[in-house]
C-alpha cells in the first residue's frame, strides 16, 4: 500500500490479526490524502478506513 499512497513521510503497517492492519501515517497530508482518496481496494478487497483516537485501543476497535 505504501507504493500506491507515495505517503510524504512514510508509513508504518502492523499486522493485528483477523484481516486488520493498522497504518500509521508520520505526516497530517498522508493522512488527508488517503483518507479522501477512498474507496480503497487491494486484491479486490475493500479497505475500510477508521481513524483512532489518542486512547483507541487498535486492537478493541472492530
Excluded: E
Aim: a positive charge; one cysteine or more; hydrophobic letters at 40%.
Amino acid at each position: 500500500m505504501a507504493n500506491l499512497w507515495h505517503p510524504l513521510r512514510g508509513v508504518q503497517i502492523t499486522d493485528l490479526g483477523g484481516r486488520r492492519y493498522l497504518f500509521k501515517f508520520f505526516h497530517q497530508v498522508d493522512v488527508d490524502r488517503v483518507v479522501n482518496g477512498c474507496p480503497w481496494t487491494f486484491n479486490n478487497h475493500l479497505l475500510i478506513i477508521h481513524s483512532l483516537k489518542n486512547d483507541d485501543d487498535p486492537k478493541l476497535c472492530h
